[in-house]
């Protein structure tokens, strides 16, 4: 049994700590996921600024896609009007009052001869003034324009063909984008570096709004009149100009289409007189131009961001565009950010430093970083964790709650398995026990059945020397068959009591009754080894209670008292009654060796025999360890207890309670 209870007591331990182990791998792994997740959701709130600033830029782009290419003059003929050209009105461009229009400022006009227009050219009569701030504007945006993007498109005269002939993208783009980059690009350089080295996770995330090939041009029908009256209107304006002299430039530009010169403007409604009444306009799509400007603040792209879109008509080619207005962009990205970053986050735009940061300033490396590519630049987008600790505490939160239910865990199954040893051994010493008492009820049988038989057959063979000793062999038939009916009573009892089957007749009688009963049939028991019974009965009222089950704690009691007290000098056994706190007391007294401290709750016990005290330690006096048990079986059953006492000067005394209110 002991081995079968080793090899479950070693699956149970190897079970536990399998377990154990993979509780520990599965809070690595929760803890990983929780990282996980977390940087999804850093990957996820990029994601949506990413399509929050793309849908900006498709309906901003989208919009001045649909601008008439008549918003980028000062002055223009309606589209709607036909007629002589003395007969055309002419208006004021919607654009003539605002020099920024959403991510757009500085709007112009590139004419084949490399003249700049705008829509708010402050020389026209009736202009703003020199102190307007719009007029300012005008003036240091037209220097800028001749100074660092005209030089552009003059480098590049040879441009490449679309299948219609026209350039795939404006003058300078290819050039530019090939050029190392040198002052405010190292610049933006320098400032990209520093999220780079923060550390955390970082990915690209394209805008494709600006970039050529998700764009279509688009042709639009004017009439003949009107158009080359807009192109009337622009020289005439040129002529005009009173401020400023014209920038010298080259009177012609380059056919892209056949490689040939363009006639004047004049030549060009001459030679047309005859033609169709409708023009075709073609209008290119914007492409984006980065030009480092000198004396310019250091830009996030490197450089000035332009959009230049071609229009043709018939075979004369404009460049129109406008400036990227760098820091509304850089608004538009923020305010993205900061509507759909979520909680526990915060975001900072590093190249321009400005951002978010939640309750207070985060520092540390970012815990995510989008790069969002305009395909002219980069913008990145650092996001953060105002609180960088909340996943390790919840992680360590976890390990305790794992490291405290394991420990309970652990606790449990080793109280278990100490329960299981110990229930073991019970089970191994209740079954030693079931043994010896099967062993003793055989010796207790037969020593009785023994005696019986031999008086019998000196009886029946009449070897009887006189009456006297046929009334002696009488006798001892009589006790040996008490003695026998006692011990098959006690065996009946406990089997009853384990069973749960034992019943009780409860009814109202007298106590003292009982037991002088009692003590009557056990006198000539007692007198036969010695013994001498002295009775002290004190006045008990009726009370209820099972005659058979007294009778049957008075009778153990007395046999007890034979059993230990043989070699005792005074063999007198004194049994008293008494009513004390509720209880009627029974008490049996002898003068034996006593019950040693430690074995007084044991005694009491199933098939425990307690060895005499001047016997070796595996001595024990005859019996079946049954009878002080039913003692304390049948007390329990009145609502009682047993105690054992010393007496004085030696011995012990049995005390059993009843209880008097059942």
Not at 434 to 442: G, L, P, R, T, W
Not at 599 to 614: A, S
Not at 625 to 641: C, D, S, Y
């Amino acid at each position: 049994m002991y081995k079968g209870l080793l090899l479950l007591s070693v699956i149970i331990l190897a079970a536990s700590v399998g377990l154990t182990c993979l509780g520990y791998h599965a809070v690595a792994k929760w803890a990983q996921g929780l990282e996980g997740a977390r940087l999804g959701e850093f990957a996820e709130v990029a994601e949506q600024v990413r399509q929050d600033v793309r849908r900006k830029l498709d309906e901003f782009v989208q919009t001045e896609q649909q601008r008439p290419y008549t918003d980028y003059l000062h002055y223009y003929v309606p589209d709607h009007l036909v007629g002589g050209e003395s007969s055309l009105p002419r208006l004021r461009s919607p654009l003539a009052g605002q020099f920024a229009n959403g991510l757009a400022c500085g709007y112009f006009q590139v004419g084949p001869d490399a003249e700049i227009i705008t829509p708010y050219d402050a020389r026209e009569p009736g202009g703003q003034t020199d102190a307007d701030t719009l007029t300012l504007q005008v003036r240091k945006h037209l220097e800028n324009l001749t100074n660092n993007l005209l030089p552009v498109i003059e480098a590049r005269r040879e441009m490449p063909t679309r299948t219609s002939g026209l350039p795939t993208s404006p003058p300078g783009d290819q050039a530019l984008n090939t050029q190392t980059p040198s002052g405010p690009e190292a610049a933006r350089n320098n400032e990209t570096e520093a999220p780079k080295a923060a550390g955390g996770r970082r990915k690209a995330y394209a805008i494709e709004s600006l970039q050529q090939q998700s764009q279509a041009s688009q042709i639009v029908t004017q009439d003949r009149s009107v158009a080359f009256s807009n192109q009337s209107v622009v020289e005439q304006s040129r002529r005009s100009a009173a401020q400023a002299p014209p920038r010298p430039a080259p009177e012609r530009i380059q056919n892209q289409a056949g490689g040939q010169t363009a006639p004047a403007p004049a030549e060009k409604q001459t030679a047309r007189d005859s033609d169709d009444s409708i023009v075709q306009i073609r209008i290119e799509p914007f492409v984006p131009v980065v030009v480092p400007g000198a004396g310019r603040e250091p830009s996030i792209f490197g450089g000035q961001v332009f959009l230049l879109r071609r229009v043709q008509i018939e075979d004369r080619r404009l460049l129109q565009g406008f400036q990227l207005d760098e820091t509304q962009l850089v608004a538009e990205v923020q305010e993205s950010a900061r509507r759909l970053i979520r909680e526990g986050m915060a975001f900072v735009l590093p190249q321009v430093g400005r951002g978010e940061a939640g309750p207070g300033k985060v520092q540390g490396p970012p815990a995510y970083t989008a790069i969002l590519d305009f395909g002219f630049g980069e913008l990145i987008l650092a996001l953060r964790e105002v609180d960088p600790g909340w996943i390790a505490q919840r992680i360590s939160e976890l390990r305790h709650v794992y490291v405290g239910t394991t420990t309970v865990v652990a606790i449990a199954v080793g109280l278990a398995l100490l329960s299981l040893w110990r229930a073991t051994r019970a089970q191994l010493a209740l079954v030693q026990k079931k043994d010896e008492f099967i062993s003793a009820v055989s010796h207790e049988l037969r020593t009785p059945l023994t005696s019986i038989r031999m008086y019998a057959e000196m009886l029946e063979k009449d070897w009887l020397a006189s009456k006297e000793k046929a009334c002696e062999y009488y006798g001892n038939i009589r006790q040996e068959s008490e003695r026998l009916s006692r011990l098959v009573e006690n065996v009946l009892d406990f089997s009853r009591l384990q069973r749960g089957r034992k019943r009780y007749d409860f009814r109202l009688g007298d106590v003292n009754a009982c037991v002088a009963d009692v003590v009557a049939m056990m006198r000539p028991c007692a007198a036969e080894h010695g013994f001498r019974i002295e009775t002290d009965l004190g006045q008990i009222a009726p009370v209820r209670f099972d005659r058979d089950a007294v009778a049957q704690i008075v009778v153990n009691l007395l046999d007890n008292a034979i059993k230990y007290a043989r070699s005792a000098g005074d063999k007198t056994i004194r049994v008293r009654t008494q009513v004390s706190d509720g209880f009627i007391i029974v008490e049996v007294e002898d003068r034996g060796p006593g019950v040693p401290p430690r074995q007084r709750k044991r005694v009491f016990e199933p098939f425990y025999r307690c060895p005499p005290r001047d016997a070796g330690e595996g001595s024990q006096v005859p019996g079946t360890g049954l009878g002080l048990a039913l003692v304390r079986r049948f007390a329990e059953a009145h609502g009682g207890f047993v105690e054992i006492r010393a007496a004085h000067p030696s011995g012990a005394t049995f005390r059993v309670g009843l209880a008097t209110c059942l």
